[in-house]
C-alpha cells in the first residue's frame, strides 16, 4: 500500500496528454482531464484506471467503431466518438469517464464531450507517465511476461510452503 | 379441440411469457422469446392473459397495413381504433348487431354488477367510476327491447344457495359446499379436481338463472314466445360465454343464454353505433327481473357471494335480521381468508378464495379431510370479477392496484346506497317466488335453476 | 435535476422479457393530453406510436432507445434544426419535422423511428403536402412528466433505470480501488516493499 493518495499520477497524466506546461499558462488554455482516477475510500487510496481487458466491453458496446486494441493496448479514437455513453456504462471498473473538450468543437458550434480513459500513454517513448511521477513509486506497469513471471514466483512459492508443510509432517510422524 | 374463447396470435406474439405468469392452470406453451400458445384442453378462459398481454400489432414493426388485417380476422367493427394484441379473446358482437337487426327477434339483455363501475374508464372516465344508470341508458339506445339485471338473478342465487347451505348443514349434506358462480373455477375444479364435484353447490351461476328465468317466466310476462326471444348477456368475463354454451345450460327448452359480451365489447359496440356514453342520463333497469339489491351488487367483488349469502342466511336460520348488514369479516384482497360467523347457536365457518392460484393448497386440504369449513367462495380474477378479463384492460399494469380498490370502492358505495340491502328483501323476487317459483329448492327451482355440472371439460 | 451529461435509459438484458410493458407506458405518457388517452385500452383512438422499439432475438430481448449522445449525429444532421438539446437531453420537436429521415439514417443505434403523428385524435396535416403527418419519434426521457421515464415506472421485471454515467461511474471505481486493495495485500513482492 504504497499510494498515499497525493494525485500527482492525475497531473502526470494530464501534462503527458497535453504536451504542455500547464502550470505556466492559463488554466483556461488546456483541458485538465485526467485519464485515471484517485479513489479514496475507508480502506484504500489508489488510481482506478482502465485494465486494458482482452475483451473490452467497452469496444463491445461502442457503434460508432472508435475503440480498438492497438498492441494489446485498448485506445479511444475520439475524432470518431459520438458521446453516446455506452462505453462507460459497460466498464465495469468506472475507468472511462465523459469530458467536455474545450479545444473541439462539433460542426454546429455546440460543445464537444467525448469518451475519456487510459491509453497507456502510447505517444510517450518513456511510456506511462503516471509510474514516472508516483513519488512512492506505488505504480508499476504489468506487462504480459511480467504477468506470467509473477504467476510462476506464486506457484513455486506455494511448492516451498507445501513442502515445508510436508516436512513438518514428518517430523513429526518421526516424533 | 379448436379454441374459439382464447387465442395467442402467433405473429404478434414476443414470447416474454409475463401470461404465463398469471395463468392459473399452466395452459399457456412455449419456449422463451418464442410464440406462445394456449392449450385449450387446459385453458380455463378466465382472460387473465388477455389482460397482461402488451405485444400490440405495431406500425414500427409490422407495418402500416396490418392493424387493419388483424382487425378484420378478428370480426371487428371499422369504427374500433384501440390497439390489438396477441393475447385476445374472440369477439361476438357480430352475433349481437344480428340479433338486433333481426325484426323477428324480441331482444333481451342482462348485465353482471362488475359491468358498471367500470365501463366508464373505456370512455374516459377515472378509474372505478359508478355508471349503473348510463349503463342502462346505452342497453336501451343499443336497441335492446328489454334491459333486465343479472343482479336480480343473484339475488335470487342467494334464495336458492343460502338455503342449499342451510339444508346441506341440517340434514348433514356434503361440506363444504362451494359457489359455483364463476364458470371459470368451476371449469379448473372439473379438470383437476373431479372427484371433488359434489362439493360444489348446484346453483347455476347468476347468468344462467337470468338466462333461464328470461324464457319462461319472463316469456310469459312479456307476451313472447320463448323461441323468439333472445338472450344477450354482459360480463365482466371472458368465460361466461363458455359457460352459456354448456350442454346443461338448455334448462327453459332452448340455449336460455344465447350470447355473452364482454365488458370491452359492449364499449365497442357502443362506440360502433356513436353513443356517446358520457352524456347519456341516468335510467333504470326494466322491473321485474331487472329489479335488485346492495346483496346482488356486492356479487361482483371478493367475498361478495358469501356476505350477500350471509345477509340473508342469518335472517333464514335466525329469524332474526343481521346485526351488522356490513359483514366486514368477509371483505378484503387475501387469495385465502376464513372467518367463524355466529349464527344463532350455529358457528359457521367460513371461506373466501380470490385469484385461482390460491385454490390449489385449498383443494388439498379438501381431498386430505383438512378442511373445516361448512361454506368456500371461490373466484378466479385477481380481485373478483371487478378484475375479470373482459373487463377494461390496462394500459399500464402499475395501475392495477387503483383500478381494483377503485372498482371495489364504487361497488361497496352502490350497495350502501341501495334502497334494500338484503337479497330475501327484494320484493320483485319475493314475487317470483310466490307467482312462479313457489320456494327456493322447489320443483321450479331444481329444474331452471340447478344443475349437476356433469359434462366431460374437454368437450365444452 | 440537470446533469452534466445526457441521462439514457438502460436495459439488464438479463431481466428484459420483451413483453412491451414499456413501449405502452411510453406511449401513454406522450398522449395522455395529445389524444386523450386514459388509463384503459380503451380511450386509445389513434395508432400506438412508442419512442422505444422493444426487439427480440432467439435468445435476447431489449427496448432500443435513444442514449441522448453529447455529439448526436441525429442532431448534426437535421436541417430543419428540429432535434435539440434541452438541457442535457436530446429532444425532437415534432412540430418542425418534415420526415426527410436523414436523423434515422444518422443514429447508430436504430433509436429512432418515422411514425404517424396524431393531435387531437387525428393525424396532423403534413405541413406541405395533403397527406397525413409523419415524424421523427425517439425517447425524450419523458420530460414533461415530473415522476420521470414511464418505461422505467412499468417495467415489471424491473429490467430498466435511468442512468447517469457520472453517478455510475463513481460506485464502480469505489468497487474497482476496494478490489485493489485485495489484489495489493495478495502479491507478496508488494507486501515485501511496503
Redesign the interface.
Known amino acids: 500500500m504504497l499510494c498515499i493518495g497525493c494525485r500527482t499520477c492525475m497531473i502526470g497524466c494530464v501534462v503527458a496528454h497535453e504536451g504542455k506546461h500547464i502550470f505556466e499558462v492559463d488554466p483556461d488554455g488546456y483541458d485538465f482531464h485526467p485519464k485515471l482516477k484517485v479513489i479514496k475510500t475507508f480502506n484504500v487510496s489508489v488510481p482506478v484506471q482502465c485494465k486494458h481487458c482482452e475483451a473490452p466491453a467497452c469496444m463491445a458496446a461502442c457503434k460508432s467503431d472508435a475503440i480498438h486494441i492497438v498492441n494489446g493496448t485498448v485506445i479511444i479514437r475520439t475524432e470518431k466518438c459520438i458521446g453516446c455513453k455506452s462505453c462507460a456504462e459497460a466498464c465495469p471498473f468506472g475507468a472511462i469517464q465523459m469530458v467536455t473538450l474545450g479545444s473541439a468543437r462539433n460542426a454546429d458550434g455546440a460543445p464537444r464531450s467525448v469518451a475519456n480513459k487510459c491509453d497507456l500513454c502510447q505517444d510517450q517513448p518513456k511510456g506511462p507517465a503516471c509510474l514516472r511521477v508516483c513519488p512512492t513509486a506505488a505504480l508499476r506497469l504489468v506487462k504480459e511476461e511480467d504477468l506470467g513471471q509473477t504467476l510462476k514466483n506464486k506457484r513455486l512459492a506455494t511448492l516451498g510452503l507445501a513442502l515445508g508443510a510436508e516436512a513438518q509432517k514428518q517430523a513429526a510422524i518421526g516424533a | 379441440m379448436t379454441e374459439t374463447y382464447i387465442a395467442i396470435d402467433q405473429n404478434l406474439c414476443t414470447g416474454c411469457q409475463e401470461c404465463t405468469k398469471v395463468c392459473p392452470n399452466l395452459a399457456i406453451e412455449g419456449l422463451p422469446h418464442q410464440p406462445q400458445k394456449t392449450n385449450p384442453d387446459k385453458c380455463v378462459r378466465c382472460g387473465q392473459c388477455v389482460q397482461k398481454c402488451k405485444s400490440y400489432v405495431s406500425i414500427a414493426e409490422h407495418g402500416a397495413a396490418a392493424y387493419a388485417r388483424v382487425r378484420k380476422e378478428r370480426g371487428l367493427p371499422d369504427a374500433f381504433k384501440e390497439p390489438l394484441f396477441a393475447a385476445h379473446f374472440f369477439s361476438r358482437i357480430d352475433e349481437v348487431k344480428k340479433a338486433l337487426a333481426d325484426p323477428d327477434l324480441f331482444t333481451v339483455v342482462q348485465c353482471a354488477p362488475a359491468v358498471r363501475v367500470a365501463i366508464a374508464e373505456d370512455f374516459g372516465a377515472p378509474l372505478g367510476t359508478l355508471a349503473a344508470g348510463k349503463l342502462a341508458a346505452a342497453l336501451r339506445r343499443i336497441g335492446f327491447d328489454k334491459v333486465f339485471d343479472t343482479n336480480f338473478a343473484a339475488d335470487v342465487t342467494i334464495m336458492e344457495e343460502g338455503s342449499e347451505l342451510i339444508d346441506r348443514v341440517k340434514k348433514g349434506g356434503v361440506l363444504p359446499m362451494f359457489t359455483s358462480c364463476c364458470p371459470a373455477w368451476v371449469r379448473y375444479l372439473e379438470l383437476n379436481y373431479p372427484g371433488q364435484r359434489q362439493h360444489l353447490s348446484t346453483c347455476k351461476s347468476p347468468q344462467q338463472m337470468e338466462g333461464a328465468l328470461f324464457k319462461t317466466y319472463g316469456a310469459k310476462l312479456l307476451n313472447v314466445p320463448p323461441k323468439k326471444l333472445y338472450s344477450v348477456s354482459v360480463m365482466p368475463c371472458t368465460c361466461k360465454q363458455s359457460e352459456s354454451a354448456r350442454p346443461e345450460m338448455k334448462d327453459s327448452g332452448q340455449r336460455d343464454v344465447d350470447v355473452v359480451l364482454t365488458t370491452r365489447e359492449l364499449a365497442w359496440l357502443i362506440k360502433d353505433l356513436g353513443i356517446d356514453f358520457q352524456a347519456l342520463p341516468d335510467e333504470k333497469y326494466d322491473s321485474p327481473l331487472g329489479d335488485y339489491t346492495g346483496a346482488a351488487e356486492i356479487f361482483g367483488v371478493s367475498g361478495g357471494v358469501m356476505e350477500a349469502a350471509l345477509r340473508t342466511g342469518y335472517e333464514l336460520l335466525t329469524g332474526q335480521p343481521i346485526p351488522a348488514v356490513d359483514v366486514t369479516a368477509v371483505r378484503g384482497t387475501n387469495g385465502f381468508r376464513h372467518a367463524d360467523v355466529q349464527v344463532g347457536d350455529l358457528t359457521l365457518k367460513v371461506g373466501v378464495v380470490t385469484g385461482l392460484k390460491h385454490v390449489k393448497p385449498v383443494m388439498e386440504d379438501l381431498k386430505a379431510g383438512r378442511l373445516d369449513l361448512h361454506f368456500v367462495e371461490v373466484m378466479t380474477c385477481p380481485e373478483g370479477c371487478i378484475s375479470g378479463g373482459g373487463q377494461p384492460k390496462l394500459i399500464c399494469d402499475t395501475d392495477a392496484g387503483e383500478a381494483f380498490g377503485n372498482r371495489v370502492a364504487a361497488t361497496y358505495e352502490h350497495d350502501r346506497g341501495l334502497p334494500l340491502r338484503k337479497s330475501h328483501e327484494n320484493p320483485s323476487v319475493q314475487k317470483l317466488y310466490a307467482d312462479f317459483l313457489k320456494k327456493p329448492l322447489g320443483h321450479e327451482s331444481h329444474k331452471l335453476l340447478h344443475t349437476t355440472y356433469c359434462g366431460d371439460p374437454k368437450h365444452h | 435535476m440537470p446533469s ?3 441521462l ?1 435509459v ?1 436495459t439488464d438484458i438479463a431481466k428484459c ?5 414499456c ?3 411510453c ?2 405518457s406522450h398522449n395522455i393530453k395529445r389524444n ?15 419512442k422505444l ?2 426487439t ?6 431489449m427496448p432500443v432507445q435513444c ?7 441525429c ?2 444532421v437535421c436541417q430543419q434544426k428540429a432535434i435539440s ?1 434541452v438541457g442535457s437531453q436530446i429532444i425532437v420537436d415534432e412540430a418542425k419535422c418534415i420526415g426527410c429521415k436523414d436523423c434515422l439514417m444518422a443514429c ?2 436504430g433509436a429512432i ?1 418515422l ?2 403523428f396524431y393531435v387531437g385524435g387525428r393525424q396532423a396535416p403534413q405541413a406541405d403536402s395533403s397527406g397525413g403527418k409523419v415524424a421523427a419519434s425517439k425517447c425524450d426521457l419523458c420530460y414533461e412528466d415530473p415522476e420521470g421515464p ?1 418505461c422505467v ?2 417495467c ?1 421485471n424491473e429490467a430498466l433505470r435511468l ?1 447517469d ?2 453517478e ?11 478490489a ?2 485485495v489484489i ?1 495485500a495478495g ?4 507486501r515485501a ?2
Open positions: 452534466e451529461f445526457g439514457f438502460s422479457s420483451g413483453c412491451k410493458a413501449e405502452m407506458a406511449f401513454q386523450n388517452v386514459g388509463k384503459t385500452v380503451g380511450t386509445i383512438s389513434v395508432p400506438v406510436t412508442p422499439y422493444v427480440v432475438i432467439e435468445t435476447a430481448s442514449k441522448h449522445c453529447e455529439n448526436s449525429p442532431k448534426a438539446r447508430p443505434f423511428a411514425l404517424p414511464a415506472r412499468v415489471p442512468t454515467v457520472n455510475e461511474r463513481k460506485k464502480k471505481n469505489i468497487a474497482a480501488a476496494e485493489l486493495a495489493n502479491d507478496p513482492g508488494r516493499l511496503s
